[in-house]
């Protein structure tokens, strides 16, 4: 399951893929539960098997801002506590019932020693990271909320049909009302 995720990437033997499913723990999550939480420090990465899960953070008002969402067949964690050993200012809660599978940091080093191709996945992973958060600041900085709203109904139309309302207009970076008018909009 994992293994073959990572095989997508890279080229692993059975042996290799075999000990990198091992190497990794269930946890199950309900709707609503928080997997990470911010002021805490992140050590671990987990793989989403089903559900989706939603990476947000409270702004200096109390309001939370929805960062990403992250869907089954992706990985997710706190990367920057996870990499600094800090504590996080995020939060990563559970939008479904979500069923992870999840490796400790010291398991996954301790892993990338045993199987060295996990290093080049690691790197991967890292600048997919780096890609994902450069098109999301581009998308802040250089877009109208229209233009961000149809890249999303394009790009994860799963995400605006399974997601509140409230989540998604935070994650374009608008109000709910203002989603609404531009949901209005497009249909017209």
Known sequence: MISES???????DEWEKEHIDNAFTKVSLTKGELWISQGKICDQVAFVVSGKLRNFYFDDA????????????????????????????????????????VISKKNL?????????MQ??????????????EKRIVMLQSQSAFERYEIMLRE?????????LQYTASFLGITPQHLSRLRRELVK
């Open 6 to 12: 990572i095989h997508q990437i890279i080229a692993l």
């Open 120 to 133: 080049i996945f690691r790197r991967v992973i890292a600048e997919n990271l780096f890609i994902s958060m």
């Open 62 to 101: 109390g309001n939370e801002v929805t960062c990403f969402f992250v869907a089954a067949d992706q990985f997710v964690s706190a990367f920057t506590s996870f990499l600094t050993n800090t504590p996080t200012h995020e939060n990563i809660s559970a939008l479904e019932d979500t069923v992870l599978k």
């Open 109 to 117: 080093e301790d892993l990338s020693v045993e199987v060295p191709k």
């Open 156 to 164: 994860n139309p799963e995400i605006l049909l399974s997601v509140p």
